[in-house]
């Protein structure tokens, strides 16, 4: 059941309406500097991921386009972060004692023997 069901017939030509009228205005201003067809694309979710045909040549569209390229930038530096880290967590867990797990404790029993409480496995000391 969509939102329009619950509206009466007059309503419902009144919403025809402005969507027709905003839709004939989109046509009408495409490519011109106030092009409102990027701005609704954007509005709506936009696909800011995808590649950037997706937007006119009109002021908006071109703004827009600079805003998304700049917002992809961020997201892939910040990508590079988090697998820079990743990485450095990956390594840091392979040179872990593999008896106290990186700790330099044992149990109940205290220091590592294995690592001698430093926490780092002696195979990874001798190189």
Not at 23 to 43: K, V
Not at 100 to 116: A, L, V
Request: charged share 25%; glycine share 10%; net charge positive.
């Amino acid at each position: 059941m969509t939102w329009r069901a619950n509206l009466t017939d007059a309503q419902r030509e009144l919403v025809s309406r402005m969507e027709d009228a905003y839709n004939a205005r989109r046509i009408a201003t495409r490519n011109t500097p106030d092009c409102l067809s990027c701005e609704g694309f954007a509005n709506a979710g936009g696909a800011w991921w995808l590649d950037q045909a997706v937007y006119c040549p009109c002021d908006n569209g071109t703004r827009l386009q600079a805003l998304d390229a700049v917002a992809r930038q961020h997201l892939a530096e910040e990508n590079a972060k988090a697998a820079a880290a990743d990485q450095a967590e990956a390594t840091r867990r392979a040179k872990a004692c593999t008896r106290c797990g990186g700790s330099g404790m044992y149990g109940h029993h205290g220091g590592c023997f294995r690592c001698n409480g430093i926490g780092v496995d002696p195979k990874y000391l001798k190189k």
